[in-house]
Each structure stands twice: as C-alpha cells, then as structure tokens.
C-alpha cells in the first residue's frame, strides 16, 4: 500500500511541476516589455523586435531610455536613469543601446547622464555599465553622502564584454571590442582589441582591414 502511495504522490507532483513550468513559460511571454507593451510605450523608444524579458530586476525613468531594433534584454536586467523614480533627467537620452544588442541574465545599466551603447553589441551574464561613481574624499563625511561625479560611457558597436564586465564612469570602448570575462573596464579601449583584467588592458590588437591577423601584447 505504502509503495502504491508513494508512486501515485509522485505522479502527482510530476503533474504539478509540468504545471507550473507551463505556467512560468506562459508568464515569460505574457510579462516580457515589448515595443506594443504598455511598458514599452514608456520608453523614450523601443524598437520593433526588441524584447525585455521577464522578470526585469527594475525599470526606473524609462522615458530617457531608448532601445533599438531587434534587441534583446535578458532576464533579471536592470535598466535605470537618473537616481529617483520621476526624476527629470538632464540629458536624453541618458541610456541608448543600439539595434540587435543582446544584453545578458542579471545585468544592471545604471545611467545618470549618458550611456551610450552602439549596435550589434553583446554582453555576457553579470555584466555593470554605469556612468556614476560615488565620492570618498573627505573621510569625515559618509561615502553614501559624498558627491557622486559622473562621466559619460560609450561602447562601439561589434563589442563583445564577457561575464561579470565592469564598466565604470569615463569608459570609452571602441568598435569590435572584446573585454574578458571579470574585467573591470576605465578610460580607452582602442577598436579592434582585446582587453583583459582589472584594470582591463590591451593584449591583442587587430587590423580593420587585416581581421584574424593579430598583434600580440606583452
């Protein structure tokens, strides 16, 4: 009797699981942000194709965000201009990202004055963009009381940065880029490089016009 029981409490819970699977599979079509969305009209633009895939971690001041075409968000991103919800955002937009970019699991893009993500622009899971920093000069005042300077971010298009980038304020990385997994990316990455560490270096460079063709970096 007891085997009986425990098999049909099995088939049971089997059951349940295929539910709730079909239900979450169901949900991550209905919820995800779209050009049509009602969250999508939010945006300052959101181009036909593009996706933001549920869950979103947060969505702050979408109207100073603008997405091209045929990109891709994935799931667990957050996506935020300015610091407070309302806030009215000196530049527009404060974040861009560009057409057929695919922006990885649990990412966050944290703009307060320009991030500026070019087309054709891939990023691994994990991976921090933000234009913003916190002061800490004066130890007799907090850090999260301190000034927070912020210097504008671009990133060309054709990049790749790999899992757990970190691109701080002042970044600009060129075109056809590749940023190693874990690096944490400040100042100028020339295009057509590789870059690896923290900070991130060059450690190879590549010709436009030669392509595989490479320059090792020691």
Request: glycine share 14%; hydrophobic share 40%; charged share 15%.
């Amino acid at each position: 009797m007891g085997a009986v029981s425990h098999s049909i409490r099995g088939r049971m819970m089997a059951r349940v699981g295929d539910a709730v699977a079909w239900c979450w599979d169901r949900l991550s079509v209905i919820a995800s942000v779209g050009p049509k969305s009602r969250r999508g009209r939010r945006f300052g633009a959101f181009g036909e194709g593009s996706i933001i895939c549920f869950p979103a971690t947060s969505l702050m001041n979408e109207r100073f965000i603008e997405i091209g075409e045929n990109t891709m968000i994935g799931p667990h991103v957050a996506l935020s201009a300015g610091m407070a919800p309302g806030q009215e955002c000196l530049s527009q937009p404060v974040v861009r990202i560009g057409d057929r970019c695919l922006i990885g699991r649990g990412s966050g893009i944290v703009g307060h004055f320009s991030i500026d993500i070019g087309d054709d622009v891939w990023t691994g899971h994990h991976v921090y963009i933000t234009d913003q920093n916190h002061g800490y000069d004066n130890v007799d005042i907090p850090i999260s009381q301190q000034s927070m300077p912020e210097k504008p971010v671009r990133i060309g298009s054709g990049s790749w940065l790999g899992h757990g980038t970190v691109v701080l304020p002042g970044t600009d990385i060129g075109e056809h880029v590749v940023i190693g997994a874990n690096s944490v990316v400040t100042g100028s990455i020339p295009s057509f490089s590789v870059a690896v560490g923290a900070p991130a270096r060059v450690v190879k460079s590549m010709s436009e016009a030669d392509g595989p063709t490479s320059q090792e970096h020691r």
